[in-house]
């Protein structure tokens, strides 16, 4: 079991909202980056959303881009996941995970760590 704790999942239809929060206090080791990630069973994990906790760079995938937004609660080592105008297709089980290292902004997720045990998005049409 990793260091992170997911939640905030649920169902929604489609267009409506959810807001996913993840604690990072039992994280151990230095944060880099700070990310969203999503997987849909027999599907490989996917990044949704990366932010740069040095530069203040967020990254998003082209399918939730403008929908999407990540930010970081540093007073409460928490990072969250704003999503709005959802769609069917945002249905899976979302993953935040922690990078220590450098050039983490760019990766897809296999530098990444700490890995929760996630919370369930269901978006029905």
């Known amino acids: 079991q990793g260091a992170m704790v997911e939640s905030g999942g649920g169902s929604v239809q489609a267009g409506g909202s959810l807001r996913l929060s993840c604690a990072t206090s039992a994280y151990p080791y230095g944060r880099h980056c700070l990310g969203w990630f999503r997987q849909v069973p027999g599907k490989e994990r996917e990044r949704v959303a990366i932010?740069?906790?040095?530069?203040?760079?967020?990254y998003y995938d082209p399918s939730v881009k403008g929908r999407f937004t990540i930010s970081h609660d540093n007073s409460k080592n928490t990072v969250l996941l704003q999503m709005s105008d959802m769609k069917p297709e945002d249905t899976a089980m979302y993953y935040c995970?922690?990078?220590?290292?450098?050039?983490?902004?760019?990766?897809?997720?296999?530098?990444?760590?700490?890995w929760g045990q996630g919370t369930q998005v269901t978006v029905s049409s």
């Open positions: 932010m740069g906790l040095t530069s203040g760079s967020k």
């Open positions: 995970a922690a990078s220590p290292r450098a050039g983490c902004f760019y990766n897809a997720g296999s530098v990444f760590e700490g």
